[in-house]
């Protein structure tokens, strides 16, 4: 799980909740940011907070939660997406309790369903594209064969989840995944 305290001055954070930005209102009451990445599961992300009275109304269960961090304020990655699935806990009388925000991302659960597709008129790159934008991942393919697949060669997921449709891709192809 990776962790990160956003007291440091080196990395540089936003957080935004339901679409608005709300880093400058929530500076203060964040203490850390922890999150895990799970392909046959649910992603999660943990923000521990302060000031619980102050922070309950902005974490709403099933609001979408974005974190983008980075080194430089102008170059932002998006480290999470996901949704808020715990609202704080405590009391207004708890000003200095840490509590725990957690918000999850089921988009990245490519192992969990099974499913039935047939891929016809793509090339291998825009395939594997295909899966990885359907899952909420961009895909950074570099395969020097650009030509569209005959009916006959089109790869078809059958009963498959998109995880094991890909490795079987990569392992027709001989591409490394």
């Excluded at 922890?34 to 102050?54: A, F, Q």
Aim: proline content about 3%; overall charge neutral.
């Amino acid at each position: 799980m990776a962790t990160t305290s956003p007291d440091k001055r080196m990395i540089h954070w936003e957080l935004d909740i339901a679409g608005g930005d709300a880093t400058y209102m929530l500076r203060e009451y964040i203490n850390s940011f922890s999150w895990e990445y799970k392909i046959n599961g649910v992603s999660r992300l943990d923000i521990s907070v302060t000031s619980v009275s102050y922070v309950e109304d902005f974490f709403v269960p099933n609001l979408p939660v974005e974190l983008r961090m980075g080194y430089y304020p102008t170059s932002l990655i998006t480290v999470f997406r996901g949704k808020v699935t715990k609202e704080p806990t405590g009391s207004a009388s708890d000003k200095m309790s840490y509590s725990l925000v957690c918000a999850g991302n089921e988009s990245s659960s490519m192992g969990n369903r099974s499913q039935n597709r047939t891929y016809q008129g793509l090339n291998k790159a825009a395939i594997i594209s295909q899966v990885a934008s359907r899952n909420g991942y961009q895909s950074n393919v570099f395969i020097s064969d650009s030509n569209i697949l005959a009916a006959g060669n089109s790869p078809i997921q059958r009963s498959q989840t998109d995880l094991e449709f890909l490795r079987d891709c990569a392992s027709r192809w001989d591409c490394i995944m």
